[in-house]
């Protein structure tokens, strides 16, 4: 049986800790760490982690133990929406295991990992037990600052698992669910300096036509942000469902549209990783190769 999980941690700044975590988790036997991204004006790292779901989960436990005395969300900055430490913590099913038997051990690890951190805790996506937190947007893109205004009179927007406090004084709150695949995708746009409001306002205007919330392609979540330290407008998109959503086309109707906005591409980010019969696609599409698997690649290093 093996499992992914992919924690988003609000730390993309402090490179010592994040090595320091992957080295231990590295320690841990039968998991594997498949990919580490990690970026300043986000101020967010993304770990993707594969193994025996007793090992994944408790690869959760060590980063938690690594950053709840150093890490504080009260002084945390980054252009990304965030409302905890760690942030959000899902599951995916990976081989051998259904979802509907994740999503029961996922439950059962959230109510571990509150009785051990007193974090508290939405049960999203297909963890969730109610609308709002079907979509992690919906609470968690309203930010932490919003999450600590609550009190227990927002019954709308109070976490599933807590007991006295509403937010954990230095770690905030965790989303944790089980979902579908994946993909997040990043779009960097070609930004001159004297030009920066203007690409902004376009990648926006591109961002709310293509996501679903705003009438626009389903399974696609889209934001625009600048990045300070690269000088560049991005457009930050996921990808849900990748088993069931055609990702090549959705990359091509967004160049298309970074087209008719004159914009130009300077290129883009894979943030973790992809499924494998994506890649598969794009070489039977692209090279017209009628037959083609991974099995067929060789790695050289």
Known sequence: MIIQTVPNLSEGRNIKLINKIVSKIRKIPSLEVKNIHYDYDHNRSVFTILGKPKSVFESIFVITESVIDILDINV???????????????????????????????????????????????????????PQT???????????????????????????????????????????????????????????????????????MIAKEIRESSGGIKNVQALAFFLPSKKIVQLSTNILKAHKTDFIKIYNTIINKIREKRLKLANTELIGCIPSYIIEKLVKNYFKISSFSLSQTIYFS
């Open 134 to 204: 079907k979509t992690l947007s919906i609470i968690r893109n309203k930010g932490f600052e919003f999450i600590k205004t609550l009190s227990l009179e927002d019954k709308e927007y109070l976490p599933d698992i807590f007991e006295e406090s509403i937010f954990h004084p230095r770690m905030g709150v965790s989303f944790i669910g089980v979902r579908y695949p994946l993909i997040a995708f990043n779009f960097n746009i070609q930004t001159p300096e004297d030009k920066i409001a203007e690409i902004l306002t376009k990648t926006k």
């Open 76 to 130: 945390h900055n980054g252009v990304h929406p965030r409302a905890g430490i760690l942030d959000v913590i899902p599951f995916v099913p990976i081989k051998n295991v259904s979802y509907r038997k994740l999503i029961e051990w996922t439950e059962n690890f959230a109510q571990e990992f509150f009785k051990t951190f007193k974090i508290p805790i939405y049960l999203y996506s297909l963890s969730s037990k109610r």
